[in-house]
């Protein structure tokens, strides 16, 4: 089995900085890609910054120039360094792994159990 495990939420004021790591770990062949997903209070969880193998990272326009995406290990530990943090980012923030198991060719998808967000305005 994939365990994908984040660390690091907490409480901060606008302006402020977080950073959040995950790592996975398990049965893990390939890693393909590595994702943050917020999900603010009441809405839906949209994805806020993916890397995928060869380091290629994109973000979504509300973070971009102010979060940025990092990888270690070859990738099965990412970094998401959150700068000048805004009310709007305050919620949950999930961490998702692509990868391909070592006991078969299909990707599958493994997910965190979620950090906490609270910026305060």
């Known amino acids: 089995q994939v365990q994908v495990v984040e660390s690091g939420g907490g409480s901060v004021q606008a302006g402020g900085s977080l950073r959040l790591s995950c790592t996975a770990t398990?049965?893990?062949?390939?890693?393909?890609?590595m994702a943050w997903y917020h999900q603010p209070p009441g809405k839906e969880r949209e994805v806020v910054a993916v890397?995928?193998?060869?380091?290629?990272?994109k973000y979504a326009d509300s973070v971009e120039g102010r979060f940025t995406l990092s990888s270690v290990n070859d990738n099965n530990t990412v970094y998401l360094q959150m700068n000048n943090l805004r009310f709007e980012d305050t919620g949950v923030y999930y961490c998702?792994?692509?990868?391909?198991?070592?006991?078969?060719?299909?990707?599958?998808?493994?997910w965190g159990q979620g950090t906490q967000v609270t910026v305060s305005s």
């Open positions: 398990g049965t893990i062949s390939r890693i393909n890609a």
């Open positions: 890397t995928t193998a060869g380091n290629i990272v």
């Open positions: 998702a792994a692509q990868v391909v198991q070592v006991d078969g060719p299909k990707l599958d998808e493994f």
